[in-house]
Nanobody, 125 residues
Framework: QVQLVESGGGLAQAGGSLRLSCAAS????????TSWFRQTPGENRKFVAG????????DYAESVKGRFTVSRDNAKNLVYLQMNSLKPEDEAVYYC??????????????????WGQGTQVTFSS
């Protein structure tokens, strides 16, 4: 059984940085595609960033492009989301999710088979 666990969330400040991590048990990230989504109260989950199995292709939501970076450490079997130049609108619960490798867009959340429990990023003024 696959289990994903996110960590690294917490208090963020304008212009600051956080790095989220996603750890997996029962799954090797290099076997599939991995993406990060985020959700705010009353909203649907939204795609943030994704990395394909071969780690040679990425996708980012326009709202985070140039500020966030998704990466993977195969030796540690971790996926990261480095978040720089944080803005108040980045406040959300962040989830990592995995799916079987596919040529289709990384963005549709219904394509993902396993999800973590989420980690909260809260903005402090």
């Amino acid at each position: 059984q696959v289990q994903l666990v996110e960590s690294g969330g917490g208090l963020a400040q304008a212009g600051g940085s956080l790095r989220l991590s996603c750890a997996a048990s029962g799954h090797t990230f290099s076997d599939g595609d991995t993406s990060w989504f985020r959700q705010t109260p009353g909203e649907n989950r939204k795609f943030v960033a994704g990395i394909r199995r071969r780690a040679d292709s990425w996708d980012y939501a326009e709202s985070v492009k140039g500020r966030f970076t998704v990466s993977r450490d195969n030796a540690k079997n971790l996926v990261y989301l480095q978040m720089n130049s944080l803005k108040p609108e980045d406040e959300a619960v962040y989830y990592c999710a995995i799916r079987s490798p596919s040529w289709y867009s990384l963005r549709p959340d219904e394509a993902y088979s396993s999800w973590g429990q989420g980690t909260q990023v809260t903005f402090s003024s």
